[in-house]
Each structure stands twice: as structure tokens, then as C-alpha cells.
């Protein structure tokens, strides 16, 4: 069976020129699934080969900007490409009222004539089977991103290995579980250890932070996303604090028991992807993709590592207009509001931006790690 796991984007928050937010798609056997839907799903998936019409599912693992506003923009852009399968868009319980009335918003949810769209909420229990499609499984288990209720995506191809996705989350003993056995973990930087700043938690990891669960999962490629604003010219830094603290931990030995090569083989990194390993021996090998000067469709940079096989960056906005009465529309704005507002930490608590920072501070870190 031939499987697929590639990148749209890898950025956190705020992306750059270089690097768009994160979202993962995933293909076995005709089907696909997509992880996170940041904007210009459909131009990224054409740009890797993927038909936008192949996917089943959007897996949207949690409420905040980056990951799920593109949701409305694929939904209209399949009913213009006259899709006819149901779609079902994966989510937290918490979650579905409000992606409902995001799709109200646009006049995309029970739309007439359009293609059968569904919410199908994930079970809370560690490691619980979420459904299958095509070749491809896929399993959840709720991650720790502060106030916000998130989850983590596991995706094993039959007889082709597994990637775990952390989302957005602080270390977390549940990831590291979900991981176990899978030959690949994608897990969130979101910035340095230099960079903590005291009596301003974030709910998000660092390299060190992201190696240190790679090592407790056993891993045999480690790949970091979520790549803060800041650290997009110098994602060599955080591959650098990863592989050291996985080598403290032991990971620089044998792995596994000999699982062999992970057969997640056509692993592409577009948008100029970060960090990555190759699984060809028994070590845990990191190497870095810069951003250099390169533009969308040329080559990335090599910083550090070997066996990088990268795909080509695709930066490109789409977006659309609704087209509802104004008094509906205030309804389903403020309905939409009240829910999404409904999840914020309560003043003073950490919210995942790290609080209040000067001027050049917030600009940098404040929506890299929200």
C-alpha cells in the first residue's frame, strides 16, 4: 500500500513569507485526511499532488484562529469543485456548536443541494479510535494547551506505519503515550528554552521540550512544527536544542526493538518544513530546513542533516464572501462570538500568548504562541 504524510505549512500563529500554519495531510488507498486547516487548503493540496476531492475527513483539533480558518474556505471551494461525497470534519466535543455556526456564518452548514456535511465529535479517552478511511486509521487522546481543550491525532496506514500529531500543547505524558510504536512524531517548537520568560507561562512546548517526549516515546524521527514567527531564519536553533536534549535522554541508541524504516516514506515537507530525521538506521537523526532566500517553488536550504528529500513552498491566499441577510447575520456573528469567547481564560490567567510584553516582544512571541 502506498502512504503519504506531507506538509501545507508549518508556522505557528503568525506565519511569514516562508511558512504558512500548520496543517498535515495524510493519503493511503485513495483516501485522504487533513489535519488542521489553515487558509489556501485547496491550492496547497493541488501544489502537493493531493485532490482536494480525495479527503474524508478535516480533523480541526481545537478552536483557535490558525487551525481552522480555512475550514469555511475548503468547504466552499469543494462545493465549487461539485463534490458529491460527504465530508465529516473531525473535533473536540466542546467544539461543534461553535464550527456550526462558523459554516452558518458562510451559508456552507445544511447548504441546499451541496454535498452532505457532517460533525463528528472525537471520544475524550486516551488513544480512542476516531474512524477509518481508506488505508488509514486514526486515533486521538486530549493534549495539555492550557485553557483551551485540544487533542493530539495519531494516524497509523495499514501494514505502513504511524505519525503521531501533537497539536499545540505543553509536554504532555499523553502524547508521549499516543506515540508509542509509531515510527514518526510530529510535535510542536513553538520557541526556545532561552527564551522563557518568568511569570509568563505559555501552553506550548520547546524544542528541548519536543525531543524530551520524542526520547519518552521511543521515536524514531522527530519532526517540529508550530515553528514560531521569530525562529523561522534560525530553525537550526531548535533542531539543535531537540537533539540535545534526546541524546540526554538515552534516544541516541537503538530504538524500538529494530521497528525498521517507517513506511511513511514519501514524507514531504512543503512550505519550507523544519525539522526532521530520517529513520534508515537505529539513531534518532535530526536535520533542519531553513527558509534562505528562496522563493515559493524553488529549493529549500539544507542547515543541517542529510537524506532531506524537501517539497516546494506554496504561499497563496483565497478567501470569499458570504452571502446572508444582514439580520442573520448578526445572529449567527454574535452566536459565534458568545461560543468562541466562552473558551478564554479567565483575566490573568495564561492564555497560551505568554500575557502582556512590550511592543516588540508581543509582536514576536505574543501571536507565535497563541
Not at 513506511?263 to 530520517?278: N, Y
Request: aromatic share 4%; charged share 20%; hydrophobic share 40%.
Amino acid at each position: 500500500m502506498s502512504a503519504r504524510f506531507a506538509f501545507l505549512g508549518t508556522s505557528g500563529a503568525l506565519a511569514s513569507a516562508a511558512r504558512d500554519n500548520t496543517s498535515i495531510v495524510a493519503e493511503a488507498d485513495g483516501a485522504a485526511v487533513l489535519l488542521d486547516c489553515g487558509g489556501a487548503a485547496v491550492h496547497r493540496l493541488y501544489r502537493l499532488g493531493v485532490d482536494p476531492l480525495a479527503l474524508t475527513h478535516v480533523v480541526v483539533t481545537h478552536l483557535h484562529v490558525d487551525h481552522a480558518y480555512g475550514l469555511p474556505s475548503l468547504v466552499r471551494q469543494l462545493m465549487l469543485l461539485e463534490r458529491t461525497a460527504p465530508l465529516t470534519v473531525v473535533c473536540r466535543p466542546e467544539h461543534a456548536d461553535a464550527f456550526q455556526a462558523l459554516l452558518r456564518l458562510f451559508n456552507l452548514w445544511e447548504r441546499p443541494k451541496a454535498f452532505p456535511l457532517a460533525l463528528s465529535p472525537i471520544d475524550l479517552a486516551a488513544g480512542a479510535r476516531a474512524f477509518t478511511t481508506g488505508g488509514l486509521t486514526v486515533s486521538t487522546a486530549p493534549n495539555a494547551h492550557g485553557p483551551m481543550p485540544n487533542f493530539a491525532v495519531r494516524v497509523d496506514a495499514a501494514g505502513a506505519g504511524a505519525v503521531v500529531y501533537s497539536s499545540d500543547t505543553m509536554p504532555c505524558d499523553a502524547v508521549a503515550a499516543l506515540a508509542r510504536g509509531a515510527g514518526t512524531l510530529v510535535h510542536e517548537a513553538s520557541y526556545l528554552e532561552r527564551d522563557r520568560e518568568p511569570g509568563h507561562p505559555v501552553a506550548h512546548s520547546t524544542g528541548a521540550e519536543a525531543g524530551e517526549i520524542a526520547a519518552r516515546a521511543g521515536v524514531e524521527r522527530l519532526i517540529l512544527t508550530h515553528v514560531g514567527a521569530e525562529y523561522h531564519g534560525d530553525v537550526e536553533a531548535l533542531a539543535a536544542e531537540a537533539r540535545r536534549r534526546a541524546q540526554l535522554r538515552g534516544l541516541d541508541g537503538r530504538l524500538g526493538g529494530g521497528r525498521g524504516r517507517d513506511a511513511f516514506r514519501d514524507l514531504q515537507l512543503a512550505g519550507h518544513a523544519i525539522v526532521a530525521g530520517d529513520p534508515a538506521g537505529d539513531r534518532l537523526h535530526l536535520l533542519a530546513l531553513g527558509v534562505g532566500g528562496h522563493g515559493p517553488g524553488q529549493p529549500h536550504d539544507v542547515v543541517a542533516g542529510r537524506h532531506a528529500d524537501p517539497g516546494q513552498a506554496a504561499d497563496a491566499a483565497l478567501g470569499g464572501e458570504p452571502r446572508l441577510d444582514g439580520g442573520r447575520r448578526g445572529r449567527i456573528v454574535e452566536e459565534l462570538r458568545d461560543r468562541i469567547h466562552g473558551h478564554r481564560p479567565a483575566p490573568g490567567e495564561g492564555d497560551g500568548d505568554g500575557g502582556e510584553r512590550d511592543g516588540a516582544k508581543r509582536r514576536l512571541h505574543g501571536t507565535s504562541r497563541q
